[in-house]
Nanobody, 130 residues
Framework: QVQLVESGGGSVQAGGSLKLSCLVT????????MGWYRQVPGKEREMVSS???????NYGDSVKDRFTISRDKPKDMMYLHMSSLETEDTAVYYC????????????????????????WGKGTQVTVSS
């Protein structure tokens, strides 16, 4: 079973930067798409960014040009580098994987794109103060 562990959250002043990390354990998901979501209490979860197995990236409009997603397959890691942080970026950030096309016999995703999250980490808090 795949498990995701986020780290790197914390408190930062507006205009600052933070780098979130996500460690994947269980088995390799190099063939699957991954992504970051965030949630503010009382609001729906928001897709922040995604990265497919082939490296194709996608960003939400509110973070475009400020956040950068990446992954290190040999280390089973995914990252989110956040810069020019705003108070509106305050949220719990979740690491996710799209295993919707997972072939359990061969242990790989038939489709490496990121369509919908099927596995979630527990989240890490990011607080941006003015």
């Amino acid at each position: 079973q795949v498990q995701l562990v986020e780290s790197g959250g914390g408190s930062v002043q507006a205009g600052g930067s933070l780098k979130l990390s996500c460690l994947v354990t269980g088995y390799s998901i190099d063939s699957c798409g991954m992504g970051w979501y965030r949630q503010v209490p009382g609001k729906e979860r928001e897709m922040v960014s995604s990265i497919s197995s082939d490296g194709t990236t996608n960003y939400g409009d509110s973070v475009k040009d400020r956040f950068t997603i990446s992954r290190d397959k040999p280390k089973d890691m995914m990252y989110l580098h956040m810069s020019s942080l705003e108070t509106e970026d305050t949220a719990v950030y979740y690491c996710t994987v799209d295993q919707s096309s997972w072939n359990s016999r061969l242990s790989y995703c038939r489709d490496g794109s990121y369509t919908r999250p099927t596995v979630w980490g527990k989240g890490t808090q990011v607080t941006v103060s003015s």
